[in-house]
């Protein structure tokens, strides 16, 4: 049977709906080859690498929440945070880093931005020891503790190592799952009820939405 040729419309309608689909997907979100300066963190700590490499998925899918997180908690300029981003390629872990650990030293993230440029080689660990962040001080644990709260304005759940047990009691018996199933309630129109919430005798729920 003699096999048709493809024609030059149809395999650019074909790759089209390729590319949408990867997109939709999620297999359009960066690699590590798309990185100026690649992905290894080598931090020194396996959670703060593993929820790095989160934040580029986050990061490079949802630029304008991550860029404004830089902005609002991180006191980096905005200009700077979208120059890393979208000119100058670097990873959305490595931008995070950088900034998170310049305000945990009360530095500008430019400063910081500078000695990741210069040393990156060394890994982050390596970087931060040298800035005077060292592993097991209260500034690392500082450091660590700063990504909870970033996660938990995106909304994205976060898994809590045994170092941050005692700074977020209960997050890490399965609070999480319960945020993320009371966020779906809602967005589905369902207030999601507290354990705080019950009746009152006439049987009208309490709580600062009732009459009075």
């Known amino acids: 049977m003699e096999t048709i040729p493809m024609q030059p419309k149809s395999k650019t309608r074909l790759m089209t709906l390729a590319a949408a689909m990867a997109t939709l997907l999620g297999f359009g979100t960066a690699s590590a080859q798309d990185y100026t300066f690649g992905w290894d963190p080598r931090s020194g700590d396996a959670w703060v690498d593993t929820w790095l490499g989160d934040m580029n998925r986050y990061g490079s899918r949802y630029r304008d929440p991550f860029v404004d997180e830089m902005v609002r908690y991180y006191g980096a300029p905005r200009d700077l945070v979208t120059d890393l981003l979208l000119n100058r390629h670097w990873a959305p872990g490595d931008i995070y880093y950088a900034c998170a650990m ?20 060394q890994g982050w660990g390596a970087v931060a020891r040298s800035l005077g962040i060292k592993p097991g001080s209260a500034e690392f644990h500082r450091l660590k503790k700063g990504f909870v709260p970033t996660y938990d304005r995106w909304a994205r759940p976060i898994t809590i190592d045994s ?38 005798k006439n049987g009208n729920s309490q709580g600062s939405g009732g009459k009075h």
Do not use: I, T
């Not at 997050?171 to 369902?190: L, N, P, V, Y």
């Open 102 to 121: 310049a305000s945990v030293m009360g530095r500008p993230c430019r400063y910081v931005v500078e000695v990741w440029e210069r040393d990156h080689e």
């Open 163 to 200: 170092d941050l047990q005692r700074d977020f009691p209960g997050r890490a018996k399965g609070a999480d799952k319960q945020k993320a199933a009371q966020a779906g309630a809602q967005s589905k129109g369902k207030p999601a009820q507290g354990k705080g919430q019950g009746k009152n």
